[in-house]
T-cell receptor, first 116, second 113 residues
């Protein structure tokens, strides 16, 4: 398997523009996570899905952020409008199973977002 | 909610020396515990995990960690550090019954020649 695939790897955008980050989880995995990494706040869990359903989005910073998982093989994280403080590395991760029978989370390479 | 503390922001060791990175967690029940490593510009790679059973867990690259319930700790160890081990190390905790995994702030490891 190619692992978790994120695109783009780098994104530079102007403040106020819409940004869409994409993630393809590992085939067969049923949980998907979006994390944000910054120097100030470290790794923050933004949202996670189980079987394509959002389970916990309490980490989403504000209404400008939204995430979708239309099917088991694709998810998007959208920021509209973007602001300079959204600049960070965004990671997608996936895992398989539930409860006591689940794997660890496998991470993608991340998308480095710069909002100028 | 669960949380993780990594008390050491930055550690420097000499190549060949032993290493211990500290991790303390806060969670009311038995957690799932993980150590991940991140090289610059890369994603996170799993070193090892603890779900249940033997409290001493072996991982990749010669790393091991020991779960101590009484101390709420899951410290990472390596007997002899290699220059290639220089990276950022993250401890993480997740509840048994859901996938809400939380990370510590990370410990940056520098290896001196």
């Amino acid at each position: 398997d190619a692992g978790v695939i994120q695109s783009p790897r780098h994104e530079v955008t102007e403040m106020g523009q819409e940004v869409t980050l994409r993630c393809k989880p590992i085939s067969g995995h049923n949980s998907l996570f979006w994390y944000r990494q910054t120097m100030m706040r470290g790794l923050e869990l933004l949202i996670y899905f189980n079987n394509n359903v959002p389970i916990d989005d309490s980490g989403m910073p504000e209404d400008r952020f939204s995430a979708k998982m239309p099917n088991a093989s694709f998810s998007t994280l959208k920021i509209q409008p973007s602001e300079p403080r959204d600049s960070a590395v965004y990671f997608c991760a996936s895992s398989f199973g539930t409860g006591g029978r689940r794997t660890e989370a496998f991470f993608g390479q991340g998308t480095r977002l710069t909002v100028v | 909610a669960q949380s993780v503390t990594q008390p050491d922001i930055h550690i420097t060791v000499s190549e060949g020396a032993s290493l211990e990175l500290r991790c303390n967690y806060s969670y009311g029940a038995t957690p799932y515990l993980f150590w991940y490593v991140q090289s610059p510009g890369q994603g996170l790679q799993l070193l090892l995990k603890y779900f249940s059973g033997d409290t001493l867990v072996q991982g990749i690259k010669g790393f091991e960690a020991e779960f101590k319930r009484s101390q709420s700790s899951f410290n990472l160890r390596k007997p002899s550090v290699h220059w290639s081990d220089a990276a950022e190390y993250f401890c993480a905790v997740a509840p048994y019954n859901n996938n809400d995994m939380r990370f510590g702030a990370g410990t940056r490891l520098t290896v001196k020649p």
